[in-house]
């Protein structure tokens, strides 16, 4: 029975995902010339929400947006640099681009990030309170700082984060592959889907303590293999809660 609902869940997947890879290289184009938008300096929070597009965020001096998306509307009001594009069902991604700049030192108290199929690489982000919602692409973060809490659900594909300090993490992941290089502080609560994954740990194994709920794959951590399906462990400060899925997953600490 588990096999079946396993084998219905990943048809599913793999017919939306395919479903949305056509339509972002089919249909009418979504993109067009080049365009540069002005933003205030007073900018305190990010919202972007966005269908399909090579999507980066880089450092610069000042906020400024490029973008060639033509339904696109950039606005700053009340410290809110709002980013959002009215997307349409059947459109073409293919040359569709964003990048979105920041001061590199920016300390927002606010990043909320939506995306469908797009190809997201960013530099680093630093916010009290981080909201990823990453539908089918590939994702990498160089460096995510979350001061109070983070949040980070995951569709199809790739989800990259090369370092982090990440306070109160709530990670939900679909299909795919999730990498993540972080210090995780308070309580944090990660549910895996069908996929692999490896986490490395910043500190020692002391600094953590976990509750798993193993699920059909194997989890290991820092070599050994968790119980079939619940295991509690280690007295750190920090507290871990893992929800496994289909796939293995690998935690490490340096």
């Known amino acids: ?46 919202d972007i929400r966005i269908g399909a597009a090579d999507f980066t965020i880089v450092h610069g001096d000042k906020f400024s947006v490029e973008s060639n998306l033509k339904n696109l509307t950039v606005t ?12 349409r069902n059947t459109v073409n991604y293919m040359d569709a681009k964003l990048k979105v700049c920041i001061p590199e030192n920016m300390v927002f108290e606010n990043v909320s990030i939506k995306t469908g199929a797009a190809k997201l690489t960013a530099q680093s982000i630093s916010a009290d309170s ?3 919602k ?25 989800i990259s ?15 795919g592959q999730f990498d993540m290089t972080a210090k995780l502080v308070g309580e ?9 994954s490896a986490l490395t740990l910043k500190g020692s194994k002391d600094d953590y303590r976990f509750d798993i709920k193993n699920g059909v794959g194997a989890i290991t951590i820092d070599g050994n293999k968790s119980a079939a399906f619940v295991s509690n ?11 496994g899925g289909v796939g293995a997953t690998d935690i490490t600490f340096e």
């Open 188 to 196: 944090s609560n990660l549910k895996f889907g069908v996929g692999e």
């Open 76 to 87: 700053d009001e009340d410290g809110v640099l709002k980013v959002v594009e009215k997307t």
């Open 1 to 46: 029975m588990k096999e079946i609902i396993l084998v219905t869940v990943l048809v599913v997947v793999l017919v939306s995902l395919v479903g949305c890879l056509v339509g972002c290289t089919s249909g009418t184009a979504t993109f067009g010339e080049t365009k540069t938008y002005d933003v205030a300096s007073n900018i305190k929070s990010l």
């Open 233 to 243: 462990g280690g007295d750190g400060e920090n507290l871990v809660k893992i929800n």
């Open 130 to 132: 981080v909201d990823l």
């Open 134 to 158: 990453l539908g089918a692409g590939q994702v990498q973060f160089d460096n995510i700082e979350a001061k109070e809490n983070i949040s980070i659900k995951g569709g199809a594909g790739q």
């Open 161 to 175: 984060v090369l370092d982090g300090d990440l306070n109160n993490l709530n990670l939900e992941l679909g299909v």
